[in-house]
């Protein structure tokens, strides 16, 4: 089968970040089918090439978390126009899988489907436009009522959707209901974490030897609302918890306003290290005993299902988060983690004094993480699932797992 796969973010593990789609594509060309992915990059001309079985096209379309609106827009328009330009060059295609963010990558999932009567997958990692509309990212009327037509236009028309969390599922239910729609959440790639124990070496190396550490991964922008994690590193301060150390790693648009903050908040616990790939997250998490997963107060990010939160749970660390959701009830029910309410940071002392004192009581929550990451999460099914639905049931995979809802 040929594949046409649509994704604006396309990353390698060298390259870090979000690498779902690799592991898809790849997953896709291994089993045999010939993979096209059409991504942006920030460059000047188009170029190509050959990812692990993937045939990448590079499409030039400058993008920056620091964008304001309307530079976003034009970047997102920009790639759905160079996408349907492109898609003219390959002459036969079976089936387009497109995966959102942006919403916007369903337009060129349209066209090929009225143009050239190509059936798509849409995959659906957030809710758009329901995040950027309750953030007040979107307040126009106009701009709200088109979106959302046109987030129902593309469920409908498609031949499945792929949702990441339950939450999220029922979301799209609702919109379309005679589309089917398939729950295939995030990855934890377990055969490259390993369950990752704390490291004496870069210990050293971070300066954090005999210290707990709470470690925050990933994009700092007003979605993820570190100052959470500043509240909770106060409190921490406060009670006089000495033994427990934060690290923030990554970047974002927030990252200088956090690190000012905890500047002027005198934190004293809080180390900030740059972005890593998937080889330099794997040092971090060597010295991590606790995974810090942080969001936004708002109803539709409770259905999010972050990178981070199974990478840290292949790692086997305890995880630790902020939204009160799907997470929530999976973290808990497994206990392998704990949610934290953001308004009772104080709370938050007395949460992880058990495991920072109890070293017993946090490695049993730290095998039951690595043990749902097995059983539950595994690239292997998660990748096993999409080929099951592609090749319309010729692949089984080999374990069934029901997700709280």
């Avoid at 460059?43 to 050959?50: D, I, L, N, P, R």
């Avoid at 301060?237 to 005198?266: C, P, W, Y």
């Avoid at 799907?326 to 206990?335: F, G, I, V």
């Avoid at 946090?362 to 039951?368: E, K, P, R, S």
Wanted: charged share 20%; net charge positive.
């Amino acid at each position: 089968m040929r594949i046409l796969y649509i994704h604006q973010y396309f990353r390698t593990p060298e390259e870090g970040g979000g690498i779902r789609s690799y592991y898809l594509a790849k997953g896709m060309a291994d089993a045999g089918h010939h993979v096209d992915l059409l991504t942006a990059y920030q460059g000047t001309h188009y170029k190509k090439s050959f990812v692990d079985g993937i045939h990448v096209h590079y499409l030039p379309v400058s993008y920056n978390q620091r964008f304001g609106f309307l530079k976003r827009a034009n970047a997102f328009l920009r790639f759905v126009l160079l996408v349907i330009f492109k898609s003219a060059d390959f002459d036969k295609i079976d089936l387009c899988y497109v995966s959102s963010t942006p919403l916007t990558t369903g337009i060129a999932a349209l066209y090929l489907r009225w143009k050239r009567n190509i059936p798509y997958y849409f995959e659906v990692r957030d809710l758009w436009p329901e995040a950027p509309i309750q953030m007040g990212v979107i307040r126009n009327h106009f701009l709200k009522k088109s979106l959302y037509a046109l987030e129902k236009k593309i469920y409908r028309s498609a031949r499945r959707v792929i949702a990441l969390s339950p939450g999220a599922r029922e979301h799209i239910q609702k919109i379309a209901p005679a589309t089917p729609v398939s729950l295939i959440p995030n990855m934890a790639d377990c055969r490259f974490f390993n369950g990752t124990e704390k490291n004496a070496y870069h210990e050293a190396q971070f300066q954090v030897h005999d210290k707990f550490v709470i470690t925050y991964f990933g994009a700092v922008g007003k979605v993820n609302r570190l100052e959470n994690l500043l509240d909770v590193a106060e409190a921490c301060q406060q009670q006089k918890l000495h033994d427990v150390i934060f690290m923030v790693v990554g970047e974002g648009s927030e990252l200088e306003n956090i690190q000012n903050q905890a500047t002027a908040r005198n934190l004293s616990n809080i180390r900030f290290h740059p972005f890593q790939n998937k080889y330099g997250l794997l040092s971090i998490l060597n010295v991590t005993d606790a995974s810090f997963i942080s969001f936004a107060d708002l109803p539709v990010l409770r259905h999010c299902s972050p990178n981070k939160l199974f990478d840290a749970l292949a790692a086997g660390k305890l995880c630790i988060t902020t939204v009160d959701g799907w997470m929530k009830n999976l973290l808990e029910d497994h206990q392998c983690g704990f949610y934290t309410n953001p308004c009772e940071p104080v709370a938050f002392a007395g949460q992880i004094a058990p495991f920072v004192n109890n070293r017993r009581l946090l490695q049993a929550y730290q095998d039951n993480a690595r043990k749902l990451a097995e059983q539950a999460f595994s690239r292997k099914e998660q990748v096993g699932r999409l080929l099951n639905l592609i090749e319309e049931g010729q692949y089984q995979p080999t374990k069934a797992y029901t997700l709280p809802v």
